[in-house]
C-alpha cells in the first residue's frame, strides 16, 4: 500500500511543470543537458522534482543554500537514473554542503588500545549506514561545468549510493539476474586489475588511479569518467 502510494506521488512530481527558474540553472549549469535527446531532458527534469522533494539538503560552514546549489546537485545526481527502474537512492536522506573542501576528524584503530585522531581534508563522502552525503559546492559546480575532464564529484559519490542499493559495498549497483550480475563482475574484476597494473607499473592511464584502491572506488572513478 504505502509503495503504490509513493509511486503514485512520485508520477505526480514527475508530471508537474518544471519551474522555469530551475530549467535556466540546469542549462547554465550542465552543459551535458544540452546534448540529451528531449525524451532524456524530459526524464531528468522530472527526476530532478522527485529528488528535491525526498532528500534534505543543508549549507555548512556558512553556506546559505540556494535554489542554484539544490538544483545543480540534483540534476547531476539524476543522470545515474536515467533509463533505469529507480528508488531515488534508499540508502540516502540528506545531503550537507560545504562552500569548498572541509576537514573530517576521525580516530583510527591502529591496533591493541592504540588509537590515531586527525583530519583528512575532503571534497566529498557518503557511506552506507550514514544515510548522508557530504559535498563541496565549488568542486560540485565545477564537475558539472567541464563533462569532458573525467572528474565529476557529484557523480563519483552518487555512483557510491547506487553500490549501497544492494546493500553490499563492492562496486556493482543493483542488477535485476544473476547472468547480469556474472556479466558485471567479469568485465568488471578484468579492467580493476588492468588499472591496478598500469598504477603499480607507473604507466599513465585514462582512469584516475584512485580506482586501484578497491572496486567500490573503481566503480565511482569509472562512473565519473564515462
Not at 109 to 118: D, T, V
Amino acid at each position: 500500500m504505502f509503495g503504490f502510494l509513493k509511486q503514485r506521488r512520485r508520477q505526480r512530481l514527475r508530471a508537474q511543470s518544471f519551474p522555469p527558474a530551475w530549467q535556466s540553472i540546469v542549462t547554465r549549469n550542465l552543459p551535458i543537458f544540452r546534448r540529451l535527446p528531449p525524451e532524456d531532458q524530459t526524464e531528468l527534469l522530472g527526476h530532478v522534482q522527485v529528488f528535491l522533494a525526498e532528500k534534505h539538503l543543508e549549507g555548512c560552514g556558512g553556506l546559505e543554500l540556494t535554489d542554484e546549489i539544490r538544483v545543480t546537485i540534483a540534476a547531476q545526481a539524476c543522470l545515474l537514473l536515467l533509463h533505469r527502474e529507480t528508488d531515488y537512492y534508499p540508502q540516502l536522506i540528506t545531503i550537507l554542503v560545504y562552500p569548498s573542501g572541509y576537514t573530517a576528524y576521525e580516530a583510527r584503530h591502529l591496533g591493541g588500545n592504540i588509537w590515531e585522531e586527525g583530519g583528512q581534508e575532503r571534497l566529498g563522502h557518503t557511506a552506507r549506514r550514514l544515510g548522508a552525503m557530504v559535498l563541496a559546492w565549488d568542486s560540485a559546480k565545477r564537475g558539472a561545468a567541464d563533462p569532458s575532464d573525467g572528474r565529476n564529484l557529484v557523480l563519483h559519490e552518487f555512483a557510491h549510493q547506487l553500490d549501497f542499493e544492494d546493500f553490499q559495498t563492492d562496486g556493482a549497483p543493483a542488477l535485476a539476474t544473476r547472468a547480469e550480475y556474472l556479466a558485471w563482475s567479469r568485465v568488471m574484476s578484468k579492467d580493476f586489475e588492468a588499472l591496478r597494473a598500469a598504477n603499480e607499473a607507473g604507466m599513465a592511464t585514462v582512469l584516475d588511479t584512485y580506482g586501484a584502491k578497491d572496486p567500490a572506488e573503481f566503480f565511482a572513478v569509472v562512473t565519473e569518467a564515462f
